[in-house]
Nanobody
Framework: QVQLVESGGGLVQPGGSLRLSCAAS????????MAWFRQRPGKGREFVARITDNGIYTDYVDSVKGRFTISRDNAENMVYLQMNSLKLEDTAVYYC???????WGHGTQVTVSS
């Protein structure tokens, strides 16, 4: 079954950290560029970070640069998003995706609140 399953979301205080995980199955993961998107309340889905198939190149939206890190483990078919120094405006549902396949997970809720 071709699928992506996110985990690791939750409630965190401003300045805190979370690590999101995404488990991939049903396709050749090591050949696939991966990405994280998010949808904030009342907004459309937006790009957060992406990583190439070999993990060498990464890219981020300006608002998370220096705070978030995308990584992957091709041996485990996993992609991660380490989120540090979280801000209130990072509150969103975070989606793992393989954009070129138009394949997306169901999302995991991240809430930053004091």
């Amino acid at each position: 079954q071709v699928q992506l399953v996110e985990s690791g979301g939750g409630l965190v205080q401003p300045g805190g950290s979370l690590r999101l995980s995404c488990a991939a199955s049903g396709f050749i993961f090591e050949n696939q560029g991966m990405a994280w998107f998010r949808q904030r309340p009342g907004k459309g889905r937006e790009f957060v970070a992406r990583i190439t198939d070999n993990g060498i190149y990464t890219d981020y939206v300006d608002s998370v640069k220096g705070r978030f890190t995308i990584s992957r483990d091709n041996a485990e078919n996993m992609v991660y998003l380490q989120m540090n120094s979280l801000k209130l405006e990072d509150t969103a549902v975070y989606y793992c995706g393989a954009p070129s396949r138009d394949l997306w997970g169901h999302g995991t809720q991240v809430t930053v609140s004091s």
